[in-house]
């Protein structure tokens, strides 16, 4: 048998919240340990383990490839946009 390139992770929790997470994460479509390795993907690909920098980060990049957004010369012309709204 050749050398697998997986890992076995066991850790002791809180039934409680243990089952107040499975219960918010099934409500969403997901099960426990695909969410968790989700989120760990996550943590890999934005370097960073905090979800509002995850969240605004992929707020960022949904505006960049969005063909219609409205782009400004200066930060001057958007404080100025800002004004007239």
Do not use: W
């Not at 809180?14 to 099960?31: C, L, P, Q, W």
């Not at 930060?75 to 004004?83: G, H, I, P, Q, S």
Request: proline share 2%; aromatic share 8%.
């Amino acid at each position: 048998m050749g050398k697998s390139n997986t890992v076995t992770c066991s850790f002791t929790l809180d039934r409680d919240i243990y089952n107040a997470y499975k219960s918010i994460v099934s409500g969403h479509g997901e099960n426990v340990k695909g969410n968790l390795v989700r989120y760990m993907m996550d943590v890999i690909r934005y370097g960073s383990p905090n979800a509002t920098t995850i969240g605004a980060v992929e707020e960022v990049q949904r505006m960049k490839s969005d063909p219609n957004k409205k782009t400004y010369g200066s930060f001057a012309e958007l404080l100025e946009d800002l004004d007239d709204e």
